[in-house]
């Protein structure tokens, strides 16, 4: 077959060469004209001959890309069955975890098994490798040896699959109605915060917007994000998590309208508990701000006669070092998945995904630190 598109081609391109000679000689030609004509007709039937090799080559004539010895499966088990560290460097997580979420996965039927095209190890090792390592699809393609087809597929699937799981991971304890233990013995919390259950913040995870759309992505320092808000108890473990809104968006609107909808689920606290919040959110039964009238950061409170001098100050000098276990998680999410900070080209509906399925991948890992594959 390609010997064949070959000599077409071939044969093709003598054609043109050879009707270009025949018009010059055949007299059609302007006689007055000098041979810089000729040489311009010659160099167009030139540039058609390569046009058309080329386009045999590309596309009769193609090599294949997958060559690797050690495909997507293999790969997968070779970095499980390996050293610990490896499959932590790669996939950010421990072996242990990582079959775990396979199986459970599998067990809940959130992803299938293709059976002699992707497994599920392989599809959430692709997952973990692209926000991982911030890797786009063509390079994580020729890491598991498949077509762009493939991974983009599996990725879409494999990424749906998290995001199902985590709503049943990242939920507050229902037992939680006060500090937790650890910190009711810290006379600097305690009384003083004893209804607190945790803290609520925003943050801005950077963002791939549509060229029409930009201007609405642009936050306070002229970066494309999106406004994310999160909850998080006292073991620095999401609670809770709302994205999607534009980096233009502040934070008592994006709260405003995760409060507003019930389908948003948004996990009140119990009767007279309460989380920290900061300045950008009103305050309400459930909310505890700052004092506005005062300095709250903790970094306006170090060095010599910088300590709090009027209650105000105490209490917000208190609230600000209680509350900082949000930005705490923050700091571990963005440094554990640097995908979220310089996002690739996604549609928007697969950016919220990606932000909500990387918080609970975080999840899974505190949730399960030293857990046995169960199924």
């Not at 299938?112 to 991982?132: A, P």
């Not at 571990?332 to 690739?344: G, Q, S, W, Y």
Request: proline share 4%; with cysteine.
């Amino acid at each position: 077959m390609k010997a064949d598109v070959n000599l077409l081609a071939a044969h093709r391109c003598d054609s043109v060469m050879a009707d270009t000679e025949s018009d010059c000689e055949s007299g059609m030609a302007d006689p007055d004209s000098d041979e810089y004509d000729n040489e311009v007709e010659l160099e167009i039937a030139t540039s058609y001959v390569q046009l058309c090799i080329e386009y045999v080559q590309k596309y009769y004539m193609k090599r294949p890309m997958c060559t690797s010895i050690l495909n997507g499966r293999s790969y997968v088990i070779e970095v499980l069955e390996g050293n610990p560290q490896v499959c932590y460097d790669i996939f950010r997580m421990d072996k242990t975890i990582f079959r775990h979420l396979c199986n459970e996965l599998k067990w809940l039927h959130l992803l299938e098994e293709d059976t002699g095209i992707v497994s599920v190890k392989e599809s959430v090792g692709t997952v973990l490798f692209i926000v991982r390592h911030n890797a786009d699809y063509r390079l994580t393609a020729n890491r598991f040896q498949h077509s762009l087809e493939t991974i983009q597929r599996r990725f879409r699937r494999a990424l749906r699959a998290i995001h199902t799981l985590g709503c049943l991971i990242i939920r507050p304890d229902a037992d939680a109605a006060e500090l937790p233990h650890l910190l009711r013995g810290n006379e600097k919390y305690y009384p003083w915060f004893e209804k607190c259950v945790g803290a609520i913040d925003g943050t801005h995870i950077s963002a791939s917007a549509p060229s029409g759309r930009t201007t609405a992505f642009r936050d306070r320092r002229s970066d494309i994000t999106q406004n994310v808000m999160c909850a998080c108890n006292f073991d620095m473990r999401f609670t809770y998590v709302h994205s999607g809104w534009e980096g233009s968006a502040n934070d008592s609107r994006v709260m405003q309208n995760a409060l507003g909808h019930a389908e948003y689920e948004f996990p009140w606290p119990p009767r007279g508990s309460y989380y920290l919040v900061d300045s950008g959110y009103a305050i309400g039964s459930a909310f505890l701000p700052l004092h506005k009238s005062a300095h709250y950061h903790t970094q306006e409170f170090r060095g010599v006669n910088r300590q709090p001098t009027t209650p105000q100050e105490l209490f917000n000098y208190r609230h600000s070092s209680l509350r900082m276990v949000i930005e705490r998680c923050f700091g571990v999410l963005k440094a554990r998945f640097p995908i979220l900070t310089e996002m690739h080209s996604f549609f928007i509906s697969r950016q919220r995904l990606l932000v909500t399925a990387c918080d609970r991948l975080l999840c899974t890992t505190q949730l399960y630190p030293h857990v046995q594959p169960s199924r």
